[in-house]
Each structure stands twice: as C-alpha cells, then as structure tokens.
C-alpha cells in the first residue's frame, strides 16, 4: 500500500511570505494531523482531521497557521506570514482510528527554512 | 504537567551489545504509551505501544518495552543491537487524542 505522501520534500523562504504544503494520506485513513518537528525536538501536533473535521487545533498559532482538508482526502496547511521561527520539518501523519492509540503513518516532512 | 521524559539525549552501544533507551511519564491514570523511531532521510515509523495488559510489549525489528507503574518507565530494549538500529528514537504519551512526543534519543550502533 502507498504511504503518506507530502510535497514539497525543501521549501526555502524569506520572512513576511507565505508557504503551503501538501499531504496525501494512507487511502482510507479518517484521521490526519499535521506536526511541527524543530531541529533537537520532538515533533508538536498542530492539528488533528477527523474525515473534513477539524479534533483539535489547540496548538495551532491561528494567526499565522491554517489547515484544511476540505474533501476529507488530502490536506494543505499554510504559514502566512512566515517567521523565522517557523523553520522545522512539517510532518503529515495518518492513521485509520479517530483515537490515536492505533498507529500512524507518518510521510517523509516537509523540510522549511525561512530566511 | 504530565509529561514524558527521555533523560538521555545519546546513547552508544556496541554491536551485539543489548540496549536500553529510557523513557519515564509523569502521567496521571493509566498512561497510553508508544515507542517511534526515526531513520535518517525517512519519516518516523511506530515500533510499539502499551494500552493495557501485559506489562512486556513485543514490537517491530526485535525491540520491545516494559511497562513499569512502580517506577513509571516504559524503556525500550533489544537483546542485540544492529548498526541499521542507529536512529532517533521518540517515547511518545497519547493525552486525549494528542500524541505527545519526548524530545528524543539519538542511539549510535557502533561495529
């Protein structure tokens, strides 16, 4: 079976612009999230889909991060403006429970730096 | 807050040698724990994970975890360590749907 499939794999940027990225998931996956991987750290949920339905958006910076995923399919989450501070790897993950204690398929990131 | 906690950020091994990389939670009521690893140039891969039954979790590539309550730990093992073992390992806490991931341990195999 295909894996989670997300594109860009590098984004390169200057401050103040914007970006957007993409995330196919597993086929038949319900549940996606988007995490936030910084260089030396683990990697922070930002939001979590349930189908076109948005769990949990808690530590998503609404100000600047928005994600959709409007068909219940694939994903785009975008940084408007982008800080320094948002350079990390963006990883997509899927998975075929709204509970996360199955396992989830994470794709290979998105790798950002901002300039 | 509750938490889990990797207290080593590297750990070298031997081959052939058995390995531990530890990992504790601060986590109130019965915990939800995974063990993730992360090769390099590729996405992180689940190895295990604990819900509830027997405390010794069986997982992919020969690693395997024990449940302590006592000592609140949930380390990672394998008997016998490979170089392609070398990765970052993540022991992650599912807090209500969230997946709460430590900081890591990079683990080094060395021939």
């Known amino acids: 079976e295909a894996g989670v499939a997300q594109s860009p794999r590098y984004k390169i940027i200057e401050k103040r612009q914007s970006v957007a990225f993409w995330c196919n998931p597993i086929?038949?996956?319900?549940?996606l999230y988007w995490y936030q991987q910084i260089l030396g750290q683990g990697p922070k949920l930002l939001i979590q889909?349930?189908?076109?339905?948005?769990?949990?958006d808690s530590q998503l910076p609404k100000d600047r991060f928005s994600a959709e995923r409007l068909k219940g399919v694939d994903s785009t989450l975008k940084i408007q403006p982008a800080k320094l501070e948002d350079s990390a790897v963006y990883l997509c993950?899927?998975?075929?429970?709204?509970?996360?204690?199955?396992?989830?398929?994470f794709g290979p990131g998105t790798r950002l730096t901002v300039l | 807050a509750q938490s889990v906690a990797q207290p080593e950020d590297q750990v070298n091994v031997a081959e052939g040698n058995p390995l531990t990389v530890k990992c504790t939670y601060s986590?109130?009521?019965?915990?939800?724990l995974f063990w993730y690893v992360q090769y390099p140039n590729r996405g992180l891969q689940f190895l295990l994970k604990y819900i509830t039954g027997d405390n010794l979790v069986k997982g992919s590539y020969g690693f395997e975890a024990e449940f302590n309550k006592s000592q609140t730990s949930f380390h990672l093992k394998k008997p016998s360590a490979l170089v392609s073992d070398s990765a970052l390992y993540f022991c992650?806490?599912?807090?209500?749907?969230?997946?709460?991931f430590g900081a890591g341990t990079r683990l080094t195999v060395k021939p």
């Open positions: 992650v806490w599912e807090d209500n749907n969230d997946m709460r």
């Open positions: 086929s038949g996956h319900a549940t």
């Open positions: 986590v109130s009521g019965n915990p939800y």
């Open positions: 889909f349930q189908n076109n339905g948005v769990v949990d």
């Open positions: 993950a899927s998975s075929s429970q709204t509970l996360g204690r199955n396992e989830q398929f």
